[in-house]
Each structure stands twice: as C-alpha cells, then as structure tokens.
C-alpha cells in the first residue's frame, strides 16, 4: 500500500466506506517502516478510522532463527544439525526477515557460493563468503539489482512498461518496442 497512488486510495476508501456493498473484504499489507514517507497512505488509514470501518492490523514480524533453520534445512534438504552453522549465518545476516533470507540464498545460488554437488549429491556452500557477503536489506534497492542483472532489452521494456501504468498488454509493448528500434 505504501506505493498506492493517491486516486487508488481515494477508490479504495471509497469502496470499503460504502454500505450497499456486501460480503466485501480487503486485504491490504504495507510495510510500517515506510508508512511515515508516504503522507497519502496516514492519510488514507486516518479516514479509515474516521468513517468507524473496522480494520484488524496484523504485525507480519520477522521468523525466528529456529523458523530460518527449518527454512534452510527443507529448502536445500538437508537435517537442520548439518546446516546449523550456515543457517545462523544467513539469520545473522537477515534478521529472520523471510524476504530477505529467500533472496539471501537465491544470491549465495547465483554467485556459485552455495552449489549442489552431484559428485557427492548434496547441497554445499562456502560459509566464509557467505558470512562476508552484503545483503541488500531494503525492498526498492532488491529490486533495483534485480533489474540491473537483467539483459539490456529486459531492462529497457521493463522502462518502457514503468510509464504504461500497471497493466500493459503484449501488443502495446510490442508498439513500443518497434518504435524504438
């Protein structure tokens, strides 16, 4: 919600205010340590309360070490006893933060530094590196590396889609991508 343009919020609120709708639930997630940067989503949270709507918040906190254990453990399947060093590394890394430890390890993956050996059929990795890897703890700065590792013309349509608005069908973007060339 903590990128939701101001109409979006204005329809929102408009559809969750009104009475003559049944049967109707929204579900919405924002992040709370953003909230403060964006003024239109207080805002829109404040008239929530004003117009006596009923809202439950549900603080989504960060998994526990054990939780990031059994996460690692199932993941590249192997006992968690074997993977106890490397798991507390990455939660080390990530504060338990399930976002961040997914692509925390999709990273280790991508980089070679966690490999399934299919000499000995098992999953390893090199835990020095691993423990002096950076990780990216912010959602836009994952994305923004996402995107950067992607072939230029990826990149270039995904540009092209960031001024379509949030659906794009593949004929337009094809219009798009022909006028470029």
């Known amino acids: 919600m903590q ?11 408009a559809l ?6 049944n049967h109707f639930l929204f579900i919405a997630s924002y992040r709370d340590n953003e909230i403060h940067n964006t003024p239109s989503l207080v805002a829109f949270l404040e008239e929530l309360k004003r117009k006596d709507i009923t809202t439950t918040d549900i603080n989504v906190g960060c998994i526990s070490r054990r939780d990031v254990s059994e996460l690692i453990s199932d993941t590249i399947n192997l006992p968690q006893h074997l993977t106890k060093s490397f798991s507390d590394i990455i939660y080390k890394k990530t504060g338990g933060n399930a976002l961040f430890v997914t692509q925390f390890l999709q990273s280790l993956w991508d980089e070679g530094l966690l490999v399934f050996s299919l000499e000995d059929n098992t999953w ?3 835990a020095d590196a691993s423990n002096a890897k950076e990780i990216l703890d912010d959602v836009g700065v994952l994305m923004a590396d996402k995107i ?7 990149q270039y349509a995904i540009k092209l889609l960031s001024c379509v608005g949030s659906k794009c069908n593949e004929s337009i973007l094809k219009l798009f991508m022909r006028e470029e060339e």
């Open 148 to 154: 950067r590792q992607l072939p230029i013309g990826c």
């Open 124 to 126: 390893k990795w090199d």
């Open 3 to 13: 990128w939701a343009d101001e109409l979006s919020l204005q329809l929102i609120s």
């Open 16 to 21: 969750v205010a009104d009475m003559e709708i």
